[in-house]
């Protein structure tokens, strides 16, 4: 089946710096990817989500980058604070469909 | 608006037993999704319901099964319970059928013994 795979399973940054997430899939059909945060105890959180028509979007503090060509997308955070830290989840969907997640990436965040 | 609400927020079964989780989702949203989080195997999709129709199933056994309300109010049922059932049990919901934007719940964490 089709799968979304992350490069670091966790990722320590320092409070203030700029955090980086990556996301690797596989499918290349798929229409949107979604970022959610994962914090103990709760469920996924949507952060934020790009169409496969583009490239880039920005949020407040986050930004998805998605690069079609090498199938990979990556969510920088920036100015990471402690309320960051959380797992973080990419996700692909495609119209219609079910959205298949990743394996997560746990982020620490340093005072 | 009030979120997703799942309940109960915590179960313990023993092997062989049934268990039922509800999920009530955002006021206004008709489609409910389930999907199974363990370590392991991370989030997994069990099945998503639309208009008490189910529209889309994950490859998980006939042991689980789910159903959907008028009120978009939903259910999900596992029988003959295995360890490996043993994972946080996630609902979400979204005003319409096809996934994006999912809004989560806390989830229902079961321990099978």
């Known amino acids: 089946g089709e799968s979304v795979g992350l490069h670091l399973p966790t990722l320590s940054v320092q409070e203030g710096d700029n955090s980086i997430i990556n996301c690797a899939y596989s499918?290349?059909?798929?229409?949107?990817f979604i970022w959610y945060k994962q914090e103990s105890g709760k469920g996924p959180q949507f952060i934020i989500d790009?169409?496969?028509?583009?490239d880039k979007r920005q949020g407040q503090r986050v930004t998805v980058l998605l690069n079609k060509t090498v199938k990979h997308l990556s969510l920088q955070i920036a100015a990471t604070q402690p309320g960051d830290s959380a797992v973080y989840f990419c996700?692909?969907?495609?119209?219609?469909?079910?959205?298949?997640f990743g394996g997560g990436t746990r982020l620490m965040v340093k005072p | 608006k009030a979120g997703v609400t799942q309940t109960p927020r915590y179960l313990i079964k023993t092997r062989g037993q049934q268990v039922t989780l509800s999920c009530s989702p955002i006021?206004?949203?008709?489609?409910v999704s389930w999907y199974q989080q363990t370590p392991g195997q991370g989030l997994q999709f069990l099945f998503e319901?639309?208009?008490?129709?189910?529209?889309n199933k994950g490859n998980f056994p006939g042991r689980f099964s789910g159903r959907q309300f008028s009120n978009s109010r939903s259910e999900m049922n596992v029988s003959t319970l295995e360890l490996g059932d043993s994972a946080l049990y996630l609902c979400?919901?979204?005003?319409?059928?096809?996934?994006?934007?999912?809004?989560f719940g806390s989830g229902t964490q079961l321990s099978v013994l």
């Open positions: 006021s206004g949203h008709r489609s």
């Open positions: 499918n290349s059909a798929s229409d949107y």
């Open positions: 996700a692909q969907g495609e119209a219609g469909n079910m959205l298949t």
């Open positions: 319901y639309f208009s008490e129709t189910q529209r």
């Open positions: 979400a919901s979204s005003p319409t059928t096809g996934n994006e934007k999912l809004f």
């Open positions: 790009i169409r496969s028509n583009m």
